[in-house]
């Protein structure tokens, strides 16, 4: 499978605790993405990365979210104190510098009790 | 704000008639769209894109058109089938990466 892929596709964490998402994008991608979606809603946008650096992070993104890309290739969204309003699906996506065209994973579905 | 947007948020089709799903956007400096399928537990799923400097383009049975007149876009379906069953999205691209979505269209299809 050359597709995006993420891990878990499920995590289910008590409130408070911290939480790690990887995301591996297409091999020959050098953009990467971080989008989180809400049920009946469509994507927001989280954060991008262009290679290892970190372009642009959105409001949405407090404090306690830090994402990283440290060799251009992998990334990982990490939680710290979740809290319930963190409950959602996070999505991963690539795509090449000339192709805007981005390909999504299938996600992580985050649930916090 | 200036955001993209769905006119309904659900559709009913019977199988083997044409769809269109309608989309509203703001922003008139956008040059760029694109429109996602999302099945149940699925991330979203590239279908077919148009640049601001085309009105039309066709895919394989659907159809995007774009009037940048009146800010809107629709994607027509052609033939739905009941693996069409989805929620739609369009979405925009601002800042050269960054894509701005709707709140979804859900599409039934009936048997």
């Known amino acids: 499978d050359t597709g995006v892929s993420q891990d878990p596709r499920h995590k289910i964490t008590k409130r408070g605790q911290n939480v790690t998402f990887r995301c591996d994008p297409i091999?020959?991608?050098?953009?990467l993405y971080w989008y989180r979606q809400t049920l009946g809603q469509g994507p927001e946008f989280l954060t991008y990365?262009?290679?290892?650096?970190?372009?642009?992070k959105s409001r949405l993104l407090s404090d306690r979210f830090s994402a990283e890309r440290p060799k251009g290739s992998f990334s990982t969204l990490e939680i710290q104190r979740t809290e319930q309003g963190d409950s959602a699906m996070y999505l991963c996506a690539s795509s090449t510098e000339t192709n805007t065209e981005a390909f999504f994973g299938q996600g992580t579905r985050l649930t916090v009790v | 704000g200036e955001s993209v947007g769905l006119h309904l948020p659900t559709l009913s089709v019977q199988e083997g008639d044409n769809s269109i799903i309608n989309c509203a956007y703001s922003?008139?400096?956008?040059?760029?769209f694109i429109w996602y399928k999302q099945e149940s537990g699925k991330g979203p799923q590239f279908i077919i894109d148009?640049?601001?400097?085309?009105d039309k383009r066709q895919g394989q049975r659907v159809t995007v058109l774009l009037n940048k007149t009146v800010k809107h876009l629709s994607l027509q379906i052609a033939a739905t089938q009941p693996g069409d069953s989805a929620v739609y999205f369009c979405?925009?691209?601002?800042?050269?990466?960054?894509?701005?979505f709707g709140a979804g269209t859900t599409v039934t299809v009936r048997a």
């Open positions: 091999s020959e991608h050098n953009r």
């Open positions: 979405a925009e691209n601002t800042n050269d990466y960054k894509l701005s």
């Open positions: 922003n008139s400096a956008s040059d760029y």
């Open positions: 148009i640049r601001s400097n085309m």
């Open positions: 990365f262009q290679n290892e650096a970190q372009l642009e």
